[in-house]
């Protein structure tokens, strides 16, 4: 309805959605969640027409609305498995003509081609997931696809503190370097913009040729005279005072002076991945993260960001916040990401791209992206970046693996089982740190073995030099394991049955049977946090002692019990004796 209460014109046309699969049935075209398309020809497969079909329709089915599939790169990684294995069917002596004629011999041996690795075993997997919701499948080869596949073990470990400090410093000189440059013409645009350069200078050429490029992406360019294509390329040039203004026609000298090359976008990627502990998929889609509105002006800056985990069924999206106050800060490298790339983000949202905080120019105008812009971590993105630095290779999966279990020690985007499971528990890094806090936990439980452990020895009779206390004998009074060494023993007559100076005859049974009596009952009438600190340890110790003796031994010792044993053991639980 428009804004003055009209009804809004109908389209002369009925709406229809883009078809998924083209009258041949042969034709796919994917339109995933974010806009973007990719078509697929399964024509071009080393199959028979009927399974070519067949493929295809599965394919449609999962690139559909709801069918499962919400990025291009999902299709496109299985459009590759389908390659893969329409090859191998084609190979094959007789190859079955449609899906329904496959046989588990076929399964099989597509099975036993596969590589011994991760990968191998990800490809029968993905492959099998893709194929087994065809109602024509036989029932053996439905079994045949259900065989588990075992686990291969990976050798995946963290890198060494001296390895990540490396990658990290190589990271970090690498993406500097880049924010320098843009910010620093960047303020040379700014000035030109506010008139401080007089027209004709070459100041005045150069905030020219910045504010052209801020604009369309691109320094003042014209066609060379010797053709419009080279190649399958048109080729440009600078004209010659804008190339003197800018210091020449190299990319560094044009369009790199406000944006990123594909190299410095891994950089920064890099960073994040060890900042932040992220994948390298979440990092590449990552939306331009803004500071939360309460938090502008303050000198504080909030970010959230918007994270995605494709595989993950529930909780696929998370959101995570972190503060720039400072240069240390976790958000200070999103604040100066959003500078970096301030000027891409901006053409590209002009032009109606997605909203990515990871845009970079690119030398040729050719492939996914918009323009002569790119969005995330590309395959090339790496290996770019590890040329420039001469590292030998840098993975953002160890990257990310060394972050959350030698630094941050704590699930990132995965459960605590997965976190325990897959991360830590094969990572030799991970065994080191360990051994220390299993040994200080070893010890905690050694001593409180002890303290909850009669330590006492059980005498048939009294010997002789041994000294009668409240509860028991004692063997050597001036040798306290409690106190220091020849002054006596000022503990507490509760600890004596945690003493190995101490010694139990059958003397001594009924009164400790008593006391164990008491301080039972002392449990039901106290607050459990007090019976816990000041009982239960010398309770515990009297428990195991009537498990030692057993229980004829003990019920006899209950009925020896005399008015004596009952004054003293009163005494004893009322304190009298701790002065």
């Known amino acids: 309805m428009s804004p003055r209460g009209r009804r809004a014109a109908q389209p002369e046309e009925i709406h229809h959605r883009p078809a998924i699969v083209d009258d041949s049935g042969l034709i796919v075209r994917h339109r995933d969640l974010q806009g973007r398309v990719r078509i697929y020809d399964f024509a071009a497969l080393s199959v028979g027409s009927a399974m070519q079909r067949d493929l295809a329709g599965r394919f449609a089915a999962r690139c559909a609305p709801g069918g499962g599939w919400n990025s291009v790169a999902t299709s496109r990684a299985l459009w590759y498995l389908v390659e893969a294995f329409s090859r ?36 029968i997997g993905s492959v099998a997931s893709f194929l087994r919701d065809d109602p024509r499948l036989s029932q053996p080869l439905r079994e045949a696809m259900a065989r588990r596949v075992p686990p291969v073990r990976v050798e995946e470990r963290a890198y060494t503190p001296a390895e990540f400090d490396a990658i990290r410093l190589a990271a970090r000189r690498t993406f500097r370097a880049a924010l320098l440059r843009v ?34 992406g691109h320094v003042p360019r014209q066609l060379r005279k010797s053709g419009t294509s080279h190649g399958q390329r048109q080729v440009w040039r600078v004209p010659v005072p804008y190339e003197q203004a800018l210091g020449g026609s190299h990319p560094r000298h044009t ?9 410095e976008v891994a950089a920064l990627g890099v960073l994040f991945a060890a900042e932040y502990g992220l994948n390298a998929t979440p990092i590449s889609e990552l939306p331009a ?5 309460d938090s502008v002006g303050d000198g504080t800056l909030v970010y959230r960001i918007e994270l995605t985990k494709r595989r993950r069924q529930s909780r696929h999206s998370e959101v995570r916040n972190f503060t720039d106050f400072g240069a240390t800060s976790p958000g200070r490298l999103i604040t100066e990401a959003l500078e970096a790339t301030a000027h891409a983000r901006a053409y590209t949202a002009a032009a109606g791209g997605p909203d990515r905080l990871l845009v970079w120019h690119r030398s040729h105008a050719s492939g996914p992206g918009l323009g002569q812009f ?3 971590l590309t395959k090339y993105s790496m290996p770019s970046w590890i040329r420039e ?6 993975s953002m999966r160890r990257i990310r693996k060394t972050v959350n279990v030698v630094h941050r020690r704590e699930p990132g985007q995965n459960s605590q089982d997965v976190h325990d499971r897959v991360y830590v528990l094969p990572e030799p890094q991970a065994h080191a740190v360990a051994v220390p806090l299993i040994a200080d936990g070893a010890q905690e439980a050694l001593d409180a073995a002890r303290r909850t452990v009669l330590q006492a020895r059980l005498i048939d009779a009294p010997q002789n030099g041994d000294a009668e206390t409240v509860t028991n004998g004692c063997s050597d009074y001036m040798a306290s394991p409690f106190g220091s060494a020849g002054i006596g023993c000022t503990a507490s007559f509760l600890l004596c049955t945690a003493c190995p100076n101490a010694r139990i005859a059958p003397h001594h049974h009924p009164r400790l049977a008593y006391l164990h009596q008491v301080l039972e009952g002392l449990r039901g009438v106290i607050e459990p946090v ?37 004054k003293i053991i009163h005494q004893l639980v009322n304190g009298h004796y701790d002065s």
């Open 88 to 123: 191998f069917l084609g190979q094959l002596d007789a190859p079955p003509a449609d899906l329904g004629e496959m046989t588990a011999g076929h399964w099989n041996a597509w099975r036993l081609s596969r590589p011994d690795s991760v990968r191998g075993a990800q490809e």
């Open 183 to 216: 910010r620093e013409n960047t303020a040379t645009l700014q000035a030109w913009r506010e008139g401080h350069h007089e027209p004709g200078t070459d100041g005045y050429l150069l905030g020219e040729a910045l504010d052209l490029l801020a604009r369309e």
């Open 255 to 263: 369009w790199q002076r406000l944006y990123l090359t594909c190299a």
């Open 289 to 293: 993260p803004r500071p939360t509105p």
């Open 374 to 376: 790119n969005f995330g």
């Open 389 to 394: 630095t001469g590292l030998v290779s840098v």
């Open 530 to 566: 007090l019976w816990q600190a000041d009982w239960s340890e010398a309770y515990a110790r009297l428990s195991d002692l009537k498990d030692r003796i057993g229980p004829g031994v003990w019920a006899a010792a209950q009925s020896g019990v005399t008015p004596q044993d009952r």
